[in-house]
Nanobody, 123 residues
Framework: QVQVVESGGGLVQPGGSLTLSCAAT????????MAWYRQAPGKQRELVAS???????KYADSVKGRFTISRDNAKNTVYLQMSSLKPEDTAVYYC?????????????????WGQGTQVTVSS
């Protein structure tokens, strides 16, 4: 079973910066897309940023120019560098990974979510 663990959340003042990390472990053969989502209280989970295995990023309009997604394929890890943070960025941030994993004698597809990490932007 592939496990996904996020870290790096916390409390930061408006205008500040924070970097989130997400590592996937456990019988991984390959990882395709990696992505960050967030969910604020009372709102639906939304896609923040994603990155392909080739390193091509995509961003939600609300974070363009402020957030940067990157990945280390050797470590099966994805990062989200967040700057110029706003109170509306406050949410639980979730990591999602998709790829293929070893499953006994087979290689099968997987899609896994992390448990989430809280980001609070407040003075």
């Amino acid at each position: 079973q592939v496990q996904v663990v996020e870290s790096g959340g916390g409390l930061v003042q408006p205008g500040g910066s924070l970097t989130l990390s997400c590592a996937a472990t456990g019988g991984i053969f390959s990882i395709n897309a990696m992505a960050w989502y967030r969910q604020a209280p009372g709102k639906q989970r939304e896609l923040v940023a994603s990155i392909t295995d080739g390193g091509t990023p995509k961003y939600a309009d609300s974070v363009k120019g402020r957030f940067t997604i990157s990945r280390d394929n050797a470590k099966n890890t994805v990062y989200l560098q967040m700057s110029s943070l706003k109170p509306e960025d406050t949410a639980v941030y979730y990591c999602n990974t998709e790829g293929r994993r070893y499953n006994g004698p087979y290689i099968t597809n997987f899609g896994s979510w992390g448990q989430g990490t809280q980001v609070t932007v407040s003075s």
